[in-house]
C-alpha cells in the first residue's frame, strides 16, 4: 500500500548540532509539507515544496532547512538555529498542485527531544 | 486570514453516548473542510471533507459532519462513540492555493476526547 513514511520515530538532538528528519512518499505526490504539533497549538506549516528542487517557507520556517531532490524524498533538517525544538514533526503530501480541496496524506511522525 | 476555532479542548463521554465537536472557521469564500482524527503517538487521518453540495457529509468509522454557512460552523457528530474513538481530533480550512501552487490547510487546536467505559 502506498503511504508516507517518516524515519525515526523518536529523535534526540544535543545542543549545537543539526538533526534530520525523514521523510519518502510512494504515492506519486507532487507536493510535500512539513509541519510541526505543539501540545494545545494544533499543526503550524514549517515548509512546504510542489515540485523537485523547488520550495517554500512556510509560517515557522526559522531555525528549519529542507530539500527536495527527489520526487519521493523532503528531508527535513532542524538546525542549532532553532531554540525551541523539542516537537513532533509530521510530513504530509498531496496529489497535485491543485487548490485546497485537497486533503493531505499524513505520515507518522517523529518526535524529536533535546538532550 | 483564514483561521479556525474548536472551543473545547477536551471533552469526555460515556461509551454509546452520542458526540460532537464544534468547529468554527473564519474565511472569506467557500472553505474547504477537514476534519482528522489523531490517534497518540500517530499522524492524522482523514475522516472526512467539504466541498460543495450537500451540507451533511459522511465519513469513515461512523462519523458525519454538518456544514452550517450561517454559522460558520463545521461540527463533528458521531451517535454512539465506541472507545476505540479516544484519540485527538483537529477541524481544517483549506486555503485556496498557497505561493507557488499547491493548498494550505490551517488547523484547529485540536480536541481531545475521551471516552469512560
Known amino acids: 500500500d502506498g503511504g508516507i513514511t517518516q524515519s525515526p520515530k523518536y529523535l534526540f538532538r544535543k545542543e549545537g548540532q543539526n538533526v534530520t528528519l525523514s521523510c519518502e512518499q510512494n504515492l506519486n505526490h507532487d507536493a510535500m509539507y512539513w509541519y510541526r504539533q505543539d501540545p494545545g497549538q494544533g499543526l503550524r506549516l514549517i515548509y512546504y515544496?510542489?515540485?523537485?528542487?523547488?520550495?517554500q517557507k512556510g509560517d515557522i520556517a526559522e531555525g528549519y532547512s529542507v530539500s527536495r531532490e527527489k520526487k519521493e524524498s523532503f528531508p527535513l533538517t532542524v538546525t542549532s538555529a532553532q531554540k525551541n525544538p523539542t516537537a513532533f514533526y509530521l510530513c504530509a503530501s498531496t496529489r497535485d498542485l491543485g487548490t485546497g480541496n485537497q486533503p493531505q496524506h499524513f505520515g507518522d511522525g517523529t518526535r524529536l527531544s533535546i538532550l | 486570514a483564514q483561521s479556525v476555532t474548536q472551543p473545547d479542548i477536551h471533552i469526555t463521554v460515556s461509551e454509546g453516548a452520542s458526540l460532537e465537536l464544534r468547529c468554527n472557521y473564519s474565511y472569506g469564500a467557500t472553505p474547504y473542510l477537514f476534519w482528522y482524527v489523531q490517534s497518540p503517538g500517530q499522524g492524522l487521518q482523514l475522516l472526512l471533507k467539504y466541498f460543495s453540495g450537500d451540507t451533511l457529509v459522511q465519513g469513515i468509522k461512523g462519523f458525519e459532519a454538518e456544514f452550517k454557512r450561517s454559522q460558520s460552523s463545521f461540527n463533528l457528530r458521531k451517535p454512539s462513540v465506541h472507545w476505540s474513538d479516544a484519540a485527538e481530533y483537529f477541524c481544517?480550512?483549506?486555503?485556496?492555493?498557497?505561493?507557488?501552487?499547491?493548498?494550505?490547510?490551517?488547523f484547529g487546536t485540536g480536541t481531545q476526547l475521551k471516552v469512560e467505559l
Open positions: 515544496s510542489q515540485i523537485v528542487n523547488d520550495f
Open positions: 481544517a480550512v483549506g486555503e485556496e492555493q498557497l505561493t507557488g501552487g499547491g493548498n494550505k490547510l490551517t
